[in-house]
Every structure is written in structure tokens, then in C-alpha cells.
């Protein structure tokens, strides 16, 4: 794997940590803003069966491994994170769609 231009050189642990916490930070803004779009979805979406689409959750992995090839990323952490966030934001994607229809 090859390092991130944008990954600066660390000597102490506490700095691997400061620098992890800073993209964490960003990396929860992120994930806050992909979840508006998935209530968003949940709203739109016209029947519970269209939560799960297999189709657009294959997609999404092939497209990160690929940007994670280009990056220099571990591929299969990438399709690991990737999968796991899909799965939660689907649960909430299916609660968000049942609130929905029963505040209508």
C-alpha cells in the first residue's frame, strides 16, 4: 500500500492520534450529511421493498474498491467499511420509511 500524499509523517503516537481524530471529525460531518440523503430516499421511495436494492449496493462497492485501488486504500477495508455502513444506513432507512407513513 502506498502512503496518502496528503498523509504527513508522524513520530509519537499521540500525533497518529491527532491527526485519526481530525479525520474523524470530518469523516461523522460526512457520514451526518450521507444520512440526509438516505431520509431523504426513505421519503421518496414509494414501498418498503425498495430499501434494499441489491443492484445499487453493488454498484457502490465495486465503485469505492476501484477508488480505493486508485488511492493506494486497502480495498477490502474499504468494501468491509463500506458494507457495514450500507447495512446500518439501510435499518435506518427502513425505520425512517415506517415513521414516515405513520405520521401521514
Excluded at 22 to 33: G, H, K, Q, S
Excluded at 58 to 65: L, Y
Aim: charged residues 30%.
Amino acid at each position: 500500500m502506498t502512503t496518502h500524499p496528503n498523509v504527513q509523517h508522524c513520530d509519537t503516537m499521540a500525533d497518529v492520534r491527532r491527526h485519526i481524530d481530525a479525520l474523524d471529525d470530518r469523516i461523522v460531518a460526512l457520514l451526518a450529511e450521507r444520512g440526509g440523503y438516505v431520509a431523504q430516499a426513505a421519503r421518496i421511495k414509494q414501498s418498503a421493498d425498495q430499501v434494499y436494492d441489491q443492484a445499487r449496493i453493488d454498484f457502490i462497492i465495486e465503485r469505492v474498491r476501484a477508488q480505493a485501488r486508485e488511492a493506494g486504500a486497502p480495498e477490502a477495508v474499504m468494501e468491509a467499511t463500506y458494507r457495514a455502513m450500507i447495512a446500518a444506513f439501510i435499518d435506518f432507512e427502513r425505520g425512517e420509511f415506517k415513521r414516515l407513513r405513520q405520521e401521514g
